[in-house]
């Protein structure tokens, strides 16, 4: 494992497997009442330039179950609101914390702050990409299909920072993975070259939701609008018609077809209230699994290992 998590084009697949592993150990020990403080006196600092619900408190409450402290700083509070170079807030955090979590909008900033520590630095969603939720989608889906290799995971929507992650990902742990997004609005450009490069990645973006659901294991959607794209509501409503995971979709899927959404989510326009409430027990223990896969990613980036 490297020092940090900016990315999951960063990892290997047994970089993945080993997080998914220690996830599934620490979410064991949390059912079965086993409290371990492998983190015990360690600090994590949590910068966030965005808001956030399930980031936030999966985080924190993460951190204080492996016996360390999270400490929360918001962008417009602390001086990064007024101007204080990233460079300098990284160095001054550096030595104080023992890592940094940071949910902000250009990937740039992440990759920036972790040049400049030596401790480790986790991005918590960036424009570009969502590492600690695929993470937690990828646990889901393997632990409600038993394995992730073979299976079709279909994309809806927007190519934001879900999809560029979800593409990653899935490839990696040797799913299909099949994107539909209009014209517009694909994934990043170093994302799809990733996805055309890989001996035996099988990967198709095309325009026809249908297209990409047909066959579907898993089908995952996401808000036409993310954070920092509010002003843009109207013009995508439009873009996006007809990029809703409803129930003519899903008709469409393999028998047993799990659906995922990282949430917030808003019924009626990327997915019909029939189709996220019937998935519900899955999208909310995605939800659950946000607080597994990072405190399996906290454990191995910020424990003190022996190997
Ligand atoms: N899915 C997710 O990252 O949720 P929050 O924005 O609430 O953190
Ligand atoms: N794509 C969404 C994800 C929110 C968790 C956003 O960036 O706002």
Redesign the pocket.
């Known amino acids: 494992m490297k020092k940090d998590l900016l990315k999951l084009l960063d990892l290997s697949r047994e970089d993945l497997t080993l997080i998914l592993n220690t996830a599934d150990q620490l979410k064991y020990e949390q059912k079965h009442n086993i409290h371990r403080d492998y983190l015990k006196g360690k600090t994590l600092a949590m910068i966030f330039e965005?808001?956030?619900?399930?980031?936030?408190?999966?985080f924190e409450t993460g951190m204080f179950q492996l016996g360390g402290h999270a400490l929360f700083l918001s962008g417009k509070e602390s001086q990064i609101g007024r101007g204080e170079p990233v460079e300098d807030t990284a160095r001054v955090l550096d030595r104080y914390c023992d890592g940094i979590m940071i949910?902000t909008f250009a990937q740039e900033e992440v990759e920036n702050l972790a040049r400049y520590t030596h401790i480790p630095v986790i991005n918590?969603?960036t424009d570009f990409c969502?590492p600690?939720?695929v993470l937690a989608d990828l646990l889901t889906i393997r632990e409600r299909k038993a394995v992730l290799e073979g299976l079709k995971l279909c994309y809806i929507g927007d190519g934001n920072n879900m999809a560029n992650s979800l593409i990653v990902g899935g490839l990696k742990m040797g799913m299909e993975v099949a994107v539909a997004c209009p014209e517009g609005y694909d994934p990043d450009p170093q994302v799809l070259d990733f996805a055309r490069s890989g001996p035996g990645f099988r990967f198709s973006l095309v325009r026809a939701p249908q297209e990409a659901a047909a066959g579907a294991d898993v089908v995952v959607t996401d808000v036409w609008a993310s954070?920092g794209q509010e002003e843009e509501k109207a013009v995508r409503e439009k873009a996006f018609a007809g990029f809703q995971v409803n129930e003519a979709l899903m008709e469409l899927t393999n028998p047993g077809c799990m659906v995922q959404h990282?949430?917030?989510a808003h019924r009626g326009e990327e997915i019909t209230a029939g189709v996220f409430e019937a998935h519900s027990d899955e999208i909310f223990d995605e939800?659950e699994n946000?607080l597994h896969a990072q405190k399996a990613v906290m454990y191995l980036l910020m424990g003190n290992r022996e190997e």
Request: proline letters at 5%.
């Open positions: 965005k808001n956030s619900t399930r980031t936030r408190v999966s949910r918590g969603l969502h600690c939720q954070m990282c949430l917030p939800a946000r």
